[in-house]
Protein backbone atom coordinates (compact mmCIF):
# COMPACT_ATOMS: atom_id res chain seq x y z
CA UNK A 1 0.00 0.00 0.00
CA UNK A 2 1.18 3.47 -1.19
CA UNK A 3 2.38 5.40 1.82
CA UNK A 4 0.19 8.36 3.48
CA UNK A 5 1.33 11.72 2.25
CA UNK A 6 1.27 14.82 4.63
CA UNK A 7 2.05 18.26 4.50
CA UNK A 8 6.00 18.00 5.01
CA UNK A 9 5.67 15.89 1.37
CA UNK A 10 3.65 18.93 0.04
CA UNK A 11 6.23 21.30 1.31
CA UNK A 12 9.02 19.07 -0.13
CA UNK A 13 7.38 18.45 -3.45
CA UNK A 14 5.36 21.70 -4.40
CA UNK A 15 6.24 24.57 -1.43
CA UNK A 16 9.58 24.63 -1.89
CA UNK A 17 10.36 23.52 -5.36
CA UNK A 18 8.71 26.72 -6.22
CA UNK A 19 5.41 25.49 -7.84
CA UNK A 20 2.80 26.92 -5.22
CA UNK A 21 0.37 29.07 -6.98
CA UNK A 22 -0.94 30.08 -3.46
CA UNK A 23 -4.18 29.20 -4.24
CA UNK A 24 -5.35 27.98 -0.87
CA UNK A 25 -6.80 24.93 -1.72
CA UNK A 26 -4.71 23.41 1.06
CA UNK A 27 -5.62 25.52 3.65
CA UNK A 28 -9.29 25.68 2.92
CA UNK A 29 -9.30 21.79 3.28
CA UNK A 30 -6.74 21.33 5.89
CA UNK A 31 -8.62 18.36 8.36
CA UNK A 32 -7.84 20.44 11.81
CA UNK A 33 -8.97 24.15 9.49
CA UNK A 34 -11.40 24.93 12.66
CA UNK A 35 -8.12 24.96 14.77
CA UNK A 36 -6.14 27.34 12.37
CA UNK A 37 -3.76 24.58 11.73
CA UNK A 38 -2.69 25.33 7.86
CA UNK A 39 -2.39 29.48 7.28
CA UNK A 40 -0.69 31.23 4.49
CA UNK A 41 1.89 33.29 5.71
CA UNK A 42 1.44 36.23 2.93
CA UNK A 43 4.86 38.09 3.95
CA UNK A 44 6.66 34.68 2.74
CA UNK A 45 3.75 33.50 0.04
CA UNK A 46 3.72 29.84 0.99
CA UNK A 47 1.27 28.26 3.08
CA UNK A 48 2.80 27.63 6.58
CA UNK A 49 1.46 25.05 9.23
CA UNK A 50 1.57 26.41 13.13
CA UNK A 51 4.76 26.14 14.60
CA UNK A 52 5.39 23.20 16.64
CA UNK A 53 2.12 21.15 15.41
CA UNK A 54 2.35 18.02 14.52
CA UNK A 55 0.15 16.16 11.68
CA UNK A 56 -2.49 13.61 12.32
CA UNK A 57 -0.58 10.45 11.11
CA UNK A 58 -3.85 9.38 8.80
CA UNK A 59 -4.43 12.84 7.45
CA UNK A 60 -2.79 14.36 3.75
CA UNK A 61 -5.88 16.57 3.00
CA UNK A 62 -3.91 19.08 1.75
CA UNK A 63 -1.49 17.02 -0.27
CA UNK A 64 -4.09 15.40 -1.91
CA UNK A 65 -6.29 18.66 -2.54
CA UNK A 66 -2.92 20.48 -4.31
CA UNK A 67 -3.25 20.80 -8.30
CA UNK A 68 0.30 21.10 -8.21
CA UNK A 69 1.07 17.74 -6.75
CA UNK A 70 -1.60 16.79 -9.72
CA UNK A 71 -3.54 18.26 -12.30
CA UNK A 72 -7.18 17.70 -12.56
CA UNK A 73 -8.40 15.91 -15.56
CA UNK A 74 -10.04 17.89 -18.21
CA UNK A 75 -13.62 17.40 -18.68
CA UNK A 76 -14.80 18.02 -22.15
CA UNK A 77 -16.74 21.34 -22.77
CA UNK A 78 -17.91 24.03 -24.70
CA UNK A 79 -15.89 26.76 -26.23
CA UNK A 80 -18.07 29.70 -26.81
CA UNK A 81 -16.48 33.11 -27.11
CA UNK A 82 -18.68 36.46 -26.99
CA UNK A 83 -17.61 40.17 -26.73
CA UNK A 84 -19.61 41.64 -23.67
CA UNK A 85 -20.15 44.96 -21.84
CA UNK A 86 -22.01 45.39 -18.72
CA UNK A 87 -25.59 47.55 -19.73
CA UNK A 88 -24.62 49.09 -16.21
CA UNK A 89 -23.36 52.66 -16.04
CA UNK A 90 -22.24 52.13 -12.89
CA UNK A 91 -20.30 48.94 -13.14
CA UNK A 92 -18.86 50.14 -16.30
CA UNK A 93 -16.88 53.15 -14.51
CA UNK A 94 -15.56 50.53 -11.61
CA UNK A 95 -14.41 47.77 -13.65
CA UNK A 96 -11.11 47.15 -15.58
CA UNK A 97 -13.07 46.16 -18.81
CA UNK A 98 -16.63 45.71 -19.96
CA UNK A 99 -17.41 44.48 -16.65
CA UNK A 100 -18.43 41.52 -17.50
CA UNK A 101 -17.71 39.34 -14.65
CA UNK A 102 -19.17 41.88 -11.89
CA UNK A 103 -22.48 41.56 -14.09
CA UNK A 104 -23.01 37.97 -14.21
CA UNK A 105 -22.26 37.69 -10.44
CA UNK A 106 -25.19 40.43 -9.94
CA UNK A 107 -27.68 38.44 -12.29
CA UNK A 108 -26.40 35.33 -10.15
CA UNK A 109 -27.13 37.05 -6.89
CA UNK A 110 -30.20 39.06 -8.23
CA UNK A 111 -32.07 35.93 -9.39
CA UNK A 112 -30.97 33.46 -6.37
CA UNK A 113 -28.68 31.50 -8.51
CA UNK A 114 -26.06 32.53 -5.35
CA UNK A 115 -26.34 34.04 -1.89
CA UNK A 116 -23.09 35.16 -1.91
CA UNK A 117 -19.36 36.01 -4.27
CA UNK A 118 -15.75 35.01 -3.23
CA UNK A 119 -14.07 37.36 -4.70
CA UNK A 120 -10.61 39.28 -4.11
CA UNK A 121 -10.68 42.71 -2.73
CA UNK A 122 -7.73 45.51 -2.25
CA UNK A 123 -7.71 45.93 1.68
CA UNK A 124 -5.66 49.01 1.13
CA UNK A 125 -1.91 49.63 -0.66
CA UNK A 126 -2.89 46.79 -3.45
CA UNK A 127 -2.59 44.30 -1.00
CA UNK A 128 -5.43 41.57 -1.71
CA UNK A 129 -7.90 40.31 0.29
CA UNK A 130 -10.62 37.45 0.02
CA UNK A 131 -14.22 38.86 0.58
CA UNK A 132 -17.84 37.47 0.49
CA UNK A 133 -19.41 39.86 -1.45
CA UNK A 134 -23.56 39.22 -1.01
CA UNK A 135 -24.72 42.56 -3.22
CA UNK A 136 -23.85 44.76 -6.04
CA UNK A 137 -21.69 47.50 -3.96
CA UNK A 138 -19.57 44.49 -2.49
CA UNK A 139 -19.42 43.20 -6.27
CA UNK A 140 -17.91 46.52 -6.74
CA UNK A 141 -15.60 46.59 -4.36
CA UNK A 142 -13.91 43.60 -6.24
CA UNK A 143 -14.17 44.65 -9.52
CA UNK A 144 -10.39 45.48 -11.08
CA UNK A 145 -7.73 43.22 -11.19
CA UNK A 146 -5.03 42.53 -8.35
CA UNK A 147 -2.31 41.17 -10.40
CA UNK A 148 -0.77 39.82 -6.38
CA UNK A 149 -1.75 36.59 -5.22
CA UNK A 150 -4.62 36.02 -2.41
CA UNK A 151 -5.03 32.58 -1.63
CA UNK A 152 -8.80 32.75 -2.84
CA UNK A 153 -9.94 29.00 -2.05
CA UNK A 154 -9.45 30.41 1.81
CA UNK A 155 -12.71 32.20 0.94
CA UNK A 156 -14.91 29.08 0.77
CA UNK A 157 -14.26 28.23 4.11
CA UNK A 158 -15.76 31.71 5.00
CA UNK A 159 -18.56 31.25 2.62
CA UNK A 160 -19.89 28.53 4.42
CA UNK A 161 -18.38 28.11 8.04
CA UNK A 162 -18.66 32.42 8.75
CA UNK A 163 -21.85 32.93 6.44
CA UNK A 164 -23.69 29.67 6.72
CA UNK A 165 -23.99 29.93 2.71
CA UNK A 166 -25.61 26.90 0.52
CA UNK A 167 -24.68 28.47 -2.35
CA UNK A 168 -21.84 30.65 -3.84
CA UNK A 169 -20.07 31.76 -7.33
CA UNK A 170 -16.07 31.45 -7.09
CA UNK A 171 -13.99 33.94 -8.97
CA UNK A 172 -10.14 33.31 -9.40
CA UNK A 173 -7.14 32.80 -11.46
CA UNK A 174 -7.24 29.60 -13.71
CA UNK A 175 -5.16 27.79 -10.65
CA UNK A 176 -8.07 28.55 -8.14
CA UNK A 177 -10.65 26.82 -10.68
CA UNK A 178 -8.15 23.84 -11.16
CA UNK A 179 -7.52 23.38 -7.14
CA UNK A 180 -11.30 23.54 -6.61
CA UNK A 181 -11.77 20.75 -9.71
CA UNK A 182 -9.53 19.28 -7.43
CA UNK A 183 -11.92 19.26 -4.60
CA UNK A 184 -14.67 18.52 -6.54
CA UNK A 185 -13.11 15.33 -8.24
CA UNK A 186 -10.61 14.20 -4.85
CA UNK A 187 -12.64 16.19 -2.11
CA UNK A 188 -16.10 15.09 -2.34
CA UNK A 189 -17.10 12.77 0.74
CA UNK A 190 -13.10 11.62 0.87
CA UNK A 191 -10.52 14.80 2.28
CA UNK A 192 -12.51 17.27 2.33
CA UNK A 193 -14.20 17.49 5.65
CA UNK A 194 -16.68 19.93 5.46
CA UNK A 195 -17.61 19.06 1.95
CA UNK A 196 -16.96 22.62 0.57
CA UNK A 197 -17.39 21.10 -2.78
CA UNK A 198 -21.19 21.12 -3.08
CA UNK A 199 -21.25 24.37 -2.26
CA UNK A 200 -19.77 26.10 -5.16
CA UNK A 201 -22.51 26.74 -7.82
CA UNK A 202 -21.14 28.83 -10.34
CA UNK A 203 -16.95 29.28 -11.49
CA UNK A 204 -15.61 32.13 -13.40
CA UNK A 205 -12.05 32.05 -14.26
CA UNK A 206 -10.38 34.94 -15.04
CA UNK A 207 -7.62 34.86 -17.91
CA UNK A 208 -4.16 35.27 -16.48
CA UNK A 209 -0.37 35.79 -17.72
CA UNK A 210 0.91 35.40 -14.01
CA UNK A 211 0.81 36.73 -10.56
CA UNK A 212 3.45 38.77 -8.79
CA UNK A 213 5.23 38.60 -5.75
CA UNK A 214 3.32 41.88 -3.44
CA UNK A 215 6.76 42.83 -1.59
CA UNK A 216 8.83 43.00 -4.89
CA UNK A 217 5.91 44.50 -7.51
CA UNK A 218 4.20 46.83 -5.18
CA UNK A 219 6.92 47.49 -2.60
CA UNK A 220 10.25 47.16 -4.74
CA UNK A 221 9.59 48.50 -7.95
CA UNK A 222 6.34 50.72 -7.71
CA UNK A 223 6.95 52.18 -5.04
CA UNK A 224 10.65 52.49 -4.54
CA UNK A 225 11.91 52.18 -7.31
CA UNK A 226 9.63 54.49 -9.02
CA UNK A 227 8.77 56.84 -6.54
CA UNK A 228 4.43 55.84 -6.72
CA UNK A 229 2.42 55.95 -3.91
CA UNK A 230 0.58 52.91 -3.53
CA UNK A 231 -2.05 54.13 -1.79
CA UNK A 232 -2.94 56.70 -4.58
CA UNK A 233 -2.99 54.28 -7.02
CA UNK A 234 -6.81 53.49 -8.69
CA UNK A 235 -5.98 50.90 -11.59
CA UNK A 236 -3.44 48.55 -12.54
CA UNK A 237 -3.64 47.00 -15.58
CA UNK A 238 -1.69 44.48 -17.99
CA UNK A 239 -2.79 44.48 -21.58
CA UNK A 240 -0.97 44.76 -24.89
CA UNK A 241 2.37 43.30 -23.16
CA UNK A 242 2.65 46.29 -20.67
CA UNK A 243 1.47 47.04 -16.81
CA UNK A 244 -0.28 50.11 -16.85
CA UNK A 245 -1.03 51.99 -13.45
CA UNK A 246 -3.04 54.47 -12.80
CA UNK A 247 -3.86 57.08 -10.46
CA UNK A 248 -7.52 58.50 -11.03
CA UNK A 249 -7.22 59.34 -15.21
CA UNK A 250 -3.62 59.86 -15.01
CA UNK A 251 -1.05 56.79 -16.43
CA UNK A 252 1.97 57.00 -13.89
CA UNK A 253 3.83 54.03 -15.22
CA UNK A 254 3.61 52.18 -18.23
CA UNK A 255 6.34 49.31 -18.05
CA UNK A 256 6.85 46.19 -20.75
CA UNK A 257 5.42 43.18 -19.18
CA UNK A 258 9.44 41.56 -19.49
CA UNK A 259 10.87 44.75 -17.04
CA UNK A 260 8.48 42.86 -13.81
CA UNK A 261 9.40 39.40 -15.70
CA UNK A 262 11.61 38.62 -12.33
CA UNK A 263 8.97 39.80 -9.72
CA UNK A 264 6.69 36.89 -11.30
CA UNK A 265 6.01 34.21 -8.51
CA UNK A 266 7.87 31.11 -8.74
CA UNK A 267 4.75 28.87 -8.84
CA UNK A 268 2.97 31.21 -11.74
CA UNK A 269 6.30 30.10 -13.78
CA UNK A 270 5.32 26.47 -14.22
CA UNK A 271 1.54 27.39 -14.80
CA UNK A 272 0.41 26.14 -18.27
CA UNK A 273 -3.39 27.72 -18.34
CA UNK A 274 -4.10 30.97 -19.75
CA UNK A 275 -7.83 31.25 -19.68
CA UNK A 276 -9.43 29.06 -17.01
CA UNK A 277 -10.39 25.75 -18.44
CA UNK A 278 -12.29 24.27 -15.38
CA UNK A 279 -14.30 27.14 -15.62
CA UNK A 280 -18.16 27.48 -16.57
CA UNK A 281 -17.31 30.81 -17.58
CA UNK A 282 -13.82 32.73 -18.29
CA UNK A 283 -13.49 35.89 -18.50
CA UNK A 284 -10.40 38.44 -19.71
CA UNK A 285 -9.55 41.51 -21.43
CA UNK A 286 -7.53 39.78 -24.31
CA UNK A 287 -9.25 39.61 -27.70
CA UNK A 288 -11.73 42.23 -27.73
CA UNK A 289 -11.58 46.09 -27.71
CA UNK A 290 -10.89 48.78 -24.79
CA UNK A 291 -13.85 48.80 -22.66
CA UNK A 292 -15.22 45.10 -23.23
CA UNK A 293 -14.47 41.67 -21.76
CA UNK A 294 -13.81 38.28 -23.92
CA UNK A 295 -16.04 35.73 -22.36
CA UNK A 296 -15.58 32.00 -23.11
CA UNK A 297 -19.02 30.09 -22.11
CA UNK A 298 -17.28 26.25 -21.27
CA UNK A 299 -20.04 24.70 -19.32
CA UNK A 300 -24.08 23.80 -20.03
CA UNK A 301 -24.27 26.00 -16.60
CA UNK A 302 -22.06 28.83 -17.80
CA UNK A 303 -24.44 28.78 -20.91
CA UNK A 304 -27.67 28.94 -18.67
CA UNK A 305 -25.89 31.80 -16.53
CA UNK A 306 -24.46 33.69 -20.02
CA UNK A 307 -28.10 33.40 -21.30
CA UNK A 308 -29.74 34.77 -18.25
CA UNK A 309 -27.96 37.61 -17.71
CA UNK A 310 -28.24 38.39 -21.30
CA UNK A 311 -31.80 38.05 -21.44
CA UNK A 312 -32.64 39.58 -18.66
CA UNK A 313 -30.93 43.02 -19.74
CA UNK A 314 -27.27 42.66 -17.02
CA UNK A 315 -25.01 42.52 -20.61
CA UNK A 316 -24.82 43.01 -24.53
CA UNK A 317 -23.29 40.59 -26.34
CA UNK A 318 -21.48 39.23 -29.96
CA UNK A 319 -19.73 36.68 -31.07
CA UNK A 320 -16.09 37.46 -30.87
CA UNK A 321 -14.04 39.13 -33.77
CA UNK A 322 -11.93 35.74 -35.40
CA UNK A 323 -8.69 38.05 -34.28
CA UNK A 324 -9.71 38.23 -30.97
CA UNK A 325 -10.32 34.21 -30.57
CA UNK A 326 -7.00 33.59 -32.49
CA UNK A 327 -5.58 36.15 -30.14
CA UNK A 328 -6.72 34.29 -27.19
CA UNK A 329 -5.94 30.79 -28.51
CA UNK A 330 -2.10 32.00 -28.91
CA UNK A 331 -2.01 33.15 -25.85
CA UNK A 332 -2.93 29.84 -24.30
CA UNK A 333 -1.16 28.01 -26.79
CA UNK A 334 2.16 30.31 -25.15
CA UNK A 335 1.28 30.01 -21.58
CA UNK A 336 1.00 26.21 -21.74
CA UNK A 337 4.89 25.77 -24.06
CA UNK A 338 6.00 28.54 -21.29
CA UNK A 339 4.74 26.33 -18.63
CA UNK A 340 6.06 23.19 -19.88
CA UNK A 341 9.54 24.27 -21.11
CA UNK A 342 10.17 25.88 -17.67
CA UNK A 343 9.20 22.86 -15.99
CA UNK A 344 11.84 20.99 -18.05
CA UNK A 345 14.76 23.58 -17.33
CA UNK A 346 13.78 22.74 -13.44
CA UNK A 347 14.02 19.43 -14.38
CA UNK A 348 17.44 19.35 -16.09
CA UNK A 349 18.87 21.73 -13.94
CA UNK A 350 17.88 19.70 -11.26
CA UNK A 351 19.26 16.58 -13.15
CA UNK A 352 22.69 18.54 -13.15
CA UNK A 353 23.11 18.53 -9.34
CA UNK A 354 22.39 15.10 -8.59
S1 LIG B 1 -4.63 18.56 6.00
FE1 LIG B 1 -3.84 17.12 7.51
S2 LIG B 1 -1.72 16.74 6.85
FE2 LIG B 1 -2.40 18.63 5.86
S3 LIG B 1 -1.79 20.31 7.21
FE3 LIG B 1 -3.90 19.78 7.73
S4 LIG B 1 -3.71 18.31 9.38
FE4 LIG B 1 -1.70 18.40 8.39
S1 LIG C 1 -0.78 25.21 -4.95
FE1 LIG C 1 -2.55 25.61 -3.67
S2 LIG C 1 -3.02 23.64 -2.72
FE2 LIG C 1 -0.91 23.49 -3.52
S3 LIG C 1 0.44 24.07 -1.83
FE3 LIG C 1 0.02 25.92 -2.99
S4 LIG C 1 -1.75 26.88 -1.97
FE4 LIG C 1 -1.66 24.74 -1.30
S1 LIG D 1 -0.12 32.25 -13.63
FE1 LIG D 1 -1.17 30.35 -13.07
S2 LIG D 1 -0.47 29.96 -10.97
FE2 LIG D 1 -0.07 32.11 -11.40
S3 LIG D 1 -1.89 33.18 -10.67
FE3 LIG D 1 -2.15 32.82 -12.87
S4 LIG D 1 -3.29 30.90 -12.93
FE4 LIG D 1 -2.43 31.05 -10.89
Redesign the pocket.
Known amino acids: MEEKRDFSDLEREVIEKGKC???GGCVATCRLLDYGYLSVDFSEERPVIREGQQCPPDCGYCYYQCPRVEKPALREGLEEMYEVVSTDEEIRRACQDGGAVTSLLAYALEDAIVEGCITVVDKGEWKPEVQVAMNKAGLIKGAGSKYT?AATLTGIADAILKYDLWSAALV???????SYEKMLVVGRGTHNAHNFSSHIKLRIG?F????YSYEKLMKGYLEHEHGIDISEVTKLQISEGALHVYAGEKEQLSAQINEIGDY??D????????S?LFSDISVGNNGTPEGKSSVIVRTDFGKDIFEGALERGYIEAKPIEKSGADLIHRLMKE?KEA?IAEKERRKKLMEQLK
Not at 172 to 178: D, K
Not at 208 to 211: D, H, Q
Open positions: ALCPGTPCVMSLCLGSKRGCKVCEDFGKG
